[in-house]
């Protein structure tokens, strides 16, 4: 249920209480009041309460994209292109498919250092080319 809806219903019952004229200084009225007040309160708390939880929400976005915002850059530069997605990486393995035979190959950061590799499925060379793809920073490859 919305908060708008509450605050509504709130005021419905303020005005079933005053159509009723239910007398404020009985102690049904007293109680009828007091009860009507206490829900427009909760009413207006909710409010507050959703809207501090958008912000914490909004902010916990920004915070989840800072944090887990996959920049896995081969070119070494602080730029936000992809230059990398055509590479897999899982547990510290980069999966490239043979341009070949088509099989995945697992290559560890060791083998990433090199120019090339064998394929060890058709043994044919495969040419690792880690070329950034951004305008945005002097990379080395870029040269």
């Known amino acids: 249920m919305c908060y708008n809806e509450l605050e509504k219903r709130a005021a419905y019952l303020?005005?079933?209480?005053?159509?009723?004229?239910?007398e404020d200084e009985s102690?049904?009225?007293?109680l009828v009041a007091q009860l009507i007040e206490l829900v427009n309160d909760m009413a207006i708390a909710i409010?507050?309460?959703s809207a501090q939880l958008?912000?914490?929400?909004?902010d916990l976005g920004d915070l989840?994209?800072?944090?887990?915002d996959d920049d896995d850059c081969d070119c070494d530069c602080d730029c936000d292109c992809d230059c990398d997605d055509d590479y897999d990486y899982e547990d510290d393995?980069?999966?490239?498919?043979?341009p070949h035979c088509g099989d995945e190959v697992y290559?560890?950061?060791?083998?990433l250092d090199q120019d090339e590799?064998?394929?060890p499925s058709c043994h044919e060379t495969i040419t690792l080319e880690f070329d950034c793809c951004c305008d945005e920073c002097d990379c080395e490859e870029q040269e």
Request: proline share 0%; aromatic share 4%.
């Open 54 to 58: 958008d912000e914490v929400d909004e």
């Open 14 to 22: 303020k005005g079933l209480a005053d159509g009723m004229k239910v």
């Open 64 to 68: 989840e994209e800072y944090c887990y």
């Open 47 to 49: 409010e507050e309460v």
């Open 117 to 119: 590799v064998i394929c």
């Open 107 to 111: 290559l560890d950061e060791e083998l």
């Open 27 to 30: 102690n049904t009225g007293r």
């Open 93 to 98: 393995m980069v999966q490239i498919t043979c």
